[in-house]
């Protein structure tokens, strides 16, 4: 599908406005936009009017709407990420056969149902995201053993059936992320073998934001190979998730850090925006929005973010959860990081300045240290120095 923008008309457009009517975020044209049985997804009658086929400032609000619930890149504009959430929106519980597909992977909020009624139940369904993977099978046709079910791993009626008829084992709980917290407390305050995934944004032909000699790609880059520096000083296993010619896709990204059995994965950017003024530091982790959260991403988010702005006077941009696929596709706790805006005059400088990402790593490599530490012998924020970390490993290894 291509990427579809205010003042875009066509069939594409129509399915987009449809799907918008059947989630209550755009009023109908004269009525002919109304939702077209279980999934909504496409007009139920004929060809659809000319003024239904264009992408108006009325569209654009409500694609921002949309995309501000789920947690996407609130731009207006509807690329891959926000055409398949919206497609996976129009889906319930038990619209449709779900199973897992490795050609043509199976997403949408049904799955996110069937993952939760799935830890609700006490089984391992792994992160509730929304695609429909392995570890979504397993823990499906581990229920379907348990309750005398066809163990097929599809999950059809009378699946669904059973999944309604019993109680939950708990509630006010997400199983998985408890299971974050406990990996991160059994692993101790200790920093040496812990595998952090180090993952600098852009890379090769891509950019990404770039003012005059001044380039996101390698500003990350140098950030990355700095704090690897650092990690592998502590007795850390850092790997960096590309080389500096390489470009690989968020999937391909989120995959290494699976492959390489990471315990967390940090992703660093810088930020641009159209107007000059906007500055500071953010931090990011899963979190759709709704109370399902990365509790130990959310956690070493914040750390990161209260580290930077205390070390560096970057203005504070908080925390935020988000659905981007780097979150939803790696096993791991994952936070990213945008260090400043390169289209604001003051933080490019700072940028420029190697000192300054010096201290920028420090304070990733500090936060990472909280995180393990989990309060214990801590110390008040930005005053935590390197050779603090390195004189705490060396007293845990005596």
């Not at 850092?238 to 010619?245: D, F």
Request: glycine share 12%; hydrophobic share 35%.
């Amino acid at each position: 599908m291509r990427v579809l923008r205010r003042g875009d008309t066509g069939a594409d457009v129509a399915e987009i406005r449809s799907m918008l009517v059947s989630l209550d975020l755009l009023p109908g044209a004269g009525g002919a936009m109304a939702s077209n049985g279980s999934n909504g997804s496409h007009p139920s009658n004929g060809s659809p009017d000319t003024a239904d086929t264009v992408f108006d400032e009325r569209v654009e609000h409500a694609v921002r709407a949309f995309q501000q619930r789920r947690g996407l890149i609130t731009d207006g504009v509807v690329g891959p990420a926000t055409y398949r959430a919206l497609r996976g929106s129009c889906y319930h519980l038990g619209s449709r056969p779900l199973a897992y597909l490795i050609s043509s992977p199976v997403h949408g909020d049904d799955v996110f149902s069937l993952q939760e009624r799935l830890t609700e139940l006490g089984y391992n369904a792994g992160r509730p995201d929304g695609h429909f993977g392995a570890q979504t099978e397993r823990g499906l046709k581990n229920f379907q053993r348990d309750y005398g079910l066809t163990v097929d791993g599809i999950c059809g009626p009378s699946t669904v059936r059973a999944l309604r008829q019993l109680s939950p084992r708990a509630r006010g709980g997400r199983p998985v992320f408890l299971r974050e917290q406990e990996q991160v407390r059994q692993a101790g305050p200790r920093l040496r073998g812990k595998r952090i995934v180090i993952d600098p944004g852009h890379g090769g032909d891509d950019p990404g934001v770039a003012v005059g000699d001044v380039v996101e790609r390698d500003i990350a880059w140098d950030l990355a190979r700095r704090l690897e520096g650092r990690m592998k000083a502590t007795g850390m296993e850092a790997l960096i998730s590309r080389g500096p010619a390489q470009s690989p896709s968020e999937v391909e990204r989120a995959q290494f850090a699976n492959d390489a059995g990471a315990d967390l994965f940090l992703s660093l950017h810088c930020d641009g925006n159209s107007s000059p003024h906007a500055q500071g530091v953010a931090s990011f982790h899963f979190g759709t929005g709704n109370g399902t959260t990365s509790t130990v991403g959310e956690l070493l988010a914040g750390y990161i973010q209260r580290e930077l702005a205390a070390r560096t006077g970057l203005r504070d941009c908080r925390t935020h959860p988000k659905t981007w696929d780097i979150f939803t596709r790696t096993r791991c706790p994952a936070v990213r990081v945008e260090i400043g805006y390169l289209t604001n005059e003051q933080d490019r400088l700072r940028l420029s300045d190697p000192a300054f990402r010096d201290v920028v790593a420090e304070g990733i490599l500090i936060a990472v240290k909280r995180l393990y530490l989990l309060g214990e012998g801590d110390q008040p924020t930005g005053t935590f120095t390197f050779a603090d970390v390195l004189a705490h490993e060396l007293a845990r290894a005596e």
